[in-house]
């Protein structure tokens, strides 16, 4: 078998490279076939990612006909276009928060570096540059790219990159009181935001103890620390819900999401805020 150049996510290359890989050719709805035309079912939705089944042409067929008219294009500055402001109505009327501002990103990975840098610019331009450190918690997950790696509570995540991402702190996965306890010890004046999972996915499939998420929401508003739910995988559906904040009865800051949002149809993430551009977050060079 020739060697492929393909470098695997998440794989040992060195055992890769010694097997021939399952290579998948289509799908329809939960239903995937490899090359050889072998039937699997998808029982993970892709990696918990597609929503709404394989093989949908209407979505295939609306994606053609975009890319007939207009492919890509800078929305910098006072650029906009129609398909970027119609998704970000829908998600603002869908956004557990009122009148959400929705800044879309490449992907989850994307949306959480994005949301670090928000909150610490959030507070430096409030006048706080101080609150920098960014709370997560063990056996969390909140992607690959550079920030979200500094914030895993998965150790072999981290290992081997040193400290990418100064002022974290990381809390036991399951516990409010040490959330409260670790605001106190840091200094709520040092404390820029508390990010987490509603249910830890890479980190175990974790459900958090009853009535946990109204109880960091509550440490959170009264510590002024921006609470930030990274529903990668529990948005669009994955709970019951549009979102686990729904589900749950909490008001976070910002909503990360990803995965759902386009079923895998195409790389898209967001970033859902409850601060408005034109009051702080316009500023902002993100």
């Not at 987490?196 to 009853?210: D, H, N, Q, Y």
Request: charged share 20%; glycine share 12%.
């Amino acid at each position: 078998m020739p060697r492929s150049s393909f470098w695997h996510a998440f794989a040992n290359m060195e055992s890769i490279s010694r097997c021939e890989p399952l290579v998948l050719e289509r799908g329809e709805g939960v239903t995937v076939w490899d090359t050889s035309g072998r039937r699997y079912l998808d029982a993970v939705a892709g990696l918990w990612n597609c929503n709404v089944g394989h093989g949908r042409q209407e979505i295939a067929d609306a994606a053609r006909d975009q890319l007939g008219k207009l492919a890509s294009f800078s929305t910098f500055g006072d650029y906009s276009n129609g398909p970027s402001e119609e998704l970000a109505a829908r998600l603002t009327a869908l956004a557990p928060m009122p009148d959400a501002s929705v800044f879309l990103t490449s992907g989850g990975s994307d949306s959480v570096d994005t949301a670090i840098k928000m909150v610490r610019r959030y507070w430096s331009a409030l006048g706080q540059p101080e609150r920098r450190t960014v709370v997560s918690r063990e056996s969390a997950y909140h992607g690959m790219h550079f920030g979200g790696t500094g914030l895993a509570g998965i150790e072999p995540n981290r290992a081997g990159y040193g400290d990418l991402v100064p002022d974290t702190a990381r809390i036991p996965w399951d516990s409010a009181d040490a959330l409260e306890k670790t605001i106190e010890s840091l200094g709520a004046q040092n404390v820029a935001a508390f990010i987490c999972e509603p249910v830890l996915g890479a980190g175990g499939i974790l459900l958090l103890p009853e009535g946990y998420l109204r109880e960091v929401a509550r440490i959170c508003r009264a510590s002024g620390v921006l609470l930030v739910l990274d529903e990668v995988i529990t948005g669009f559906g994955q709970i019951g819900d549009w979102f686990a904040a729904h589900r749950f009865g909490v008001e976070p800051d910002l909503v990360l999401c990803a995965k759902g949002l386009t079923s895998g149809y195409l790389p898209m993430g967001a970033v859902l805020s409850l601060c408005q551009p034109d009051q702080v977050l316009a500023i902002m060079r993100v």
